[in-house]
């Protein structure tokens, strides 16, 4: 097998001709991606390809794509307009930094806003921005590869690393697309200690900021990447490492860390106020599972990171000998690879049918700011995607040196298109959308009309799709909204949503204008069932008129005034909305938790609550009735199996009243799940979030109950006269 033989040293002091060589790569790129595409380019301005799955979790696909939509579209909105408040979005009004309970996405502003100040139209845009991650992806990939390989094997290494299965099938996730910073981060670290150039300490600095600023996981696995590659490239470099490359490092990191600092710094605030969920041992989201894990990176190895002739390279390319620098980044590759899988399984690694073992995720989980809030390990795949698409590249040089140096070119290419030609492509459904001069009529009216003031639409959205779209609407009007979707966030929604479905009922709008400054109501007729619909064929109350209307959206102004004004107490961290101040309990406070009824007894298949009675036997009256959730007392709630095992994770019931003195407050505890039938433990204790447990003052209640087999129907047979 002498093709696996060692192969003639590149020479990677040799750069591009005038930028012939990188060009031609990203023209490949382009034509690959308007291919991959296609039909939908064609209609680009009015509708978007996304994979979508059935039942719940295509609703939270689309609540998604809506969602990443509005996020790119507000921040270039914002920039253009009032950049000190970009994190300020016009959702969940009156709650600030709205922008921060979700993914940013300002990396994509570069990509997705000169279209949209150029069109007005922010699908365009977000097709024009996702189609040009592909050849960004393909260059970033070129350019590192270049360093050790020859030009046709590099064009196999952009397109392997541009173009698999799991980016075809990322969106409606587009914040894990731009992916071009991770071997522009690896190029910059081998180019500073192979040459101390600044234009390279430059680009390191340029690369992190901006990988970061694309996605928080992508933050994340950056500093994974930074963490395995660094000490390696600086062991393997050793003979050139000297005080000035070491210093360049040091100042690039903290220049690096100081801008993304200030970038996540909205992050940090609400993490201050408690709207940040962290994930630890006892609490445990899906995707941190240990053999949901474990199938999730199986599922991806076989399925989506690369064709079977990617695998095929990448085999080669691992198996090959190899020389000079091909050594180095051979065992780079593998090190990525490695490194990339462990971190994709998360916590704990899940290992056949055994306990889960250990894992220096952990230490991760517990020292990096921020890391405990990652749900989704998986995503940090993208490490060990880079190390394989190196691993191919290898690969390609050992087979296209076969041939005669004038046909290598044309072999690599064959041999990466026919990857791309063979990869298992599903057909993503194209979703046609109406914004901006496709917008509904109402929203068009509002964004000629209106007065900036904020609106409420009603009746409230069937599902979080429908939230999330609505909030997209905006980008026609741009007035504050009340509704929102978000991964984080203030629950204020949930209650002004909750009390106009009462409308136009006059006592629910005075309840509405107490609490929010809103000037429009857009009423859906054709969302509502007819006795609702016809609530609103009376008189209106006072304050309430109708101003506009476009077949079932109608358009109404709200004039009327606070009486009992709470509008500066609905999102507020220092005092709640019944107007008792936000402060640590002290340790003289006292209180019990005693459990109430199961109001139906629990069976199988069935989601069960339990009534819990709190009382506080204290002086002070405990802070409770808010949205901002650091320092207000709540009911945390976990179910286990009477032999420890966790079944439900700990979750967190809002109490709709500060707790005053000696006054009982019966609170309902919904496992929304069903369960199976056996023997549990429910484990109930007060929490005072951001400052901990309070079982000193209320002691924690654990609440022994049994699930119940679903009866049966019994079939009788009769017999015939």
């Given amino acids: 097998m002498a093709w696996l033989a060692p192969s003639t040293p590149h020479d990677p002091t040799r750069r591009p001709r005038d930028g012939a060589e990188l060009a031609a790569v990203v023209l490949l790129a382009s034509l690959i991606t308007v291919w991959w595409s296609w039909p939908g380019v064609q209609r680009w301005d009015t509708t978007v390809a996304y994979s979508e799955v059935d039942g719940s979790m295509g609703t939270l696909q689309r609540a998604d794509f809506y969602l990443n939509a509005w996020t790119v579209t507000w921040v270039s909105h914002a920039l253009a307009t009032a950049p000190a408040s970009v994190f300020d979005g016009n959702a969940f009004h009156p709650a600030r930094l709205s922008v921060a309970y979700s993914e940013s ?15 007005g139209n922010p699908v365009l845009a977000l097709n024009v921005m996702t189609a040009l991650t592909y050849p960004l992806a393909a260059a970033g990939a070129f350019l590192l590869a270049r360093l050790w390989l020859g030009m046709p094997a590099a064009a196999v290494v952009a397109l392997l690393f541009a173009f698999t299965p799991g980016r075809y099938v990322t969106p409606p996730h587009y914040q894990c697309l731009g992916i071009a910073g991770f071997p522009l981060i690896v190029l910059a670290i081998e180019r500073w200690l192979r040459h101390g150039r600044v234009r390279s300490a430059v680009l390191l600095v340029t690369a992190i900021v901006w990988q970061a600023m ?4 992508l933050l994340y696995a950056v500093l994974i990447l930074l963490l395995c590659w660094l000490p390696a490239s600086l062991w393997h470099h050793r003979a050139r490492v000297d005080r000035r490359r070491l210093l360049g490092l040091a100042a690039s990191g903290a220049l690096a860390a100081a801008l993304v600092g200030a970038m996540m710094w909205p992050y940090l605030v609400l993490r201050t106020q408690g709207l940040m969920t962290t994930y630890d041992d006892d609490r445990v989201a899906m995707g941190l599972v240990p053999v949901l894990a474990r199938e999730a990176l199986r599922t991806f190895v076989l399925d989506k990171a690369m064709s079977p002739i990617g695998w095929i390279l990448a085999a080669v390319g691992a198996l090959a000998a190899a020389r000079d620098e091909r050594r180095w980044v051979k065992r780079g590759a593998l090190l990525l690879v490695t490194v990339g899988c462990v971190a994709a399984l998360g916590p704990r690694i899940a290992i056949g049918d055994g ?13 990096i700011p921020g890391f405990a809030t990652v749900r989704m390990p998986l995503r940090f795949v993208v490490i060990a995607q880079l190390g394989l698409v190196l691993l191919a590249g290898l690969g390609a040089e050992r087979i296209v040196t076969v041939a005669r140096p004038r046909a290598r070119a044309t072999l690599a290419a064959t041999i990466a298109l026919l990857a791309l030609a063979t990869m298992p492509l599903p057909e993503l459904p194209v979703h046609p959308l109406r914004e901006g001069r496709h917008a509904p009529a109402a929203y068009a009216w509002l964004a000629a009309h209106g007065d900036g003031r904020a609106l409420i639409e009603v009746p409230p959205p069937a599902d979080t799709a429908e939230h999330s779209r609505r909030t997209f609407l905006s980008t026609t009007h741009w007035h504050p909204v009340v509704e929102g979707y978000a991964a984080n966030g203030p629950k204020h929604v949930a209650m002004i949503s909750w009390i106009s479905r009462s409308l136009p009922d006059d006592a629910a709008l005075q309840q509405i204008v107490d609490l929010v400054d809103v000037g429009w109501l857009i009423v859906h007729r054709d969302e509502m069932d007819v006795g609702t619909s016809d609530r609103w064929d009376g008189v209106l109350p006072a304050g309430l008129e109708q101003v506009a209307a476009f077949g079932p959206d109608v358009v109404y102004r709200v004039t009327r005034e606070p009486r009992d004004d709470r509008r500066a107490r609905l999102v507020n961290a220092a005092v709640t909305l019944g107007g008792t101040r936000i402060a640590t309990i002290g340790e003289r406070c006292s209180g019990t938790l005693a459990f109430g009824r199961w109001p139906e007894a629990p069976i199988e298949d ?6 819990v009675v709190l009382t506080n036997t204290s002086r002070e009256t405990w802070p409770a009735n808010g949205f901002l959730p650091a320092g207000l007392v709540a009911l945390e709630a976990s179910v286990r199996h009477a032999n420890g095992s966790v079944v439900r994770s ?17 609170v309902a505890v919904w496992i929304v799940a069903p369960l199976p039938p056996g023997d549990y433990v429910l484990q109930l204790r007060l929490v005072q979030p951001v400052r901990g447990p309070l079982d000193d003052c209320v002691p924690p209640l654990d609440v022994p109950f049994t699930v119940a087999p679903k009866a049966r129907p019994v079939l009788r047979m009769v017999a015939a006269d």
């Fill in 105 to 119: 996405m300002l990396g994509y502003v570069p990509l997705f806003a000169p279209t949209y100040w150029l069109t």
């Fill in 214 to 217: 694309c996605s928080a996981y």
């Fill in 355 to 367: 306990e889960p073992l250990w894992s220096p995720y952990l230490l991760l989980r517990d020292w």
């Fill in 606 to 611: 069935e989601p069960p609550h339990a009534e």
């Fill in 650 to 666: 700990p979750f967190r019931i809002r109490l709709d009243d500060d707790l005053a003195p000696g006054t009982p407050q019966h």
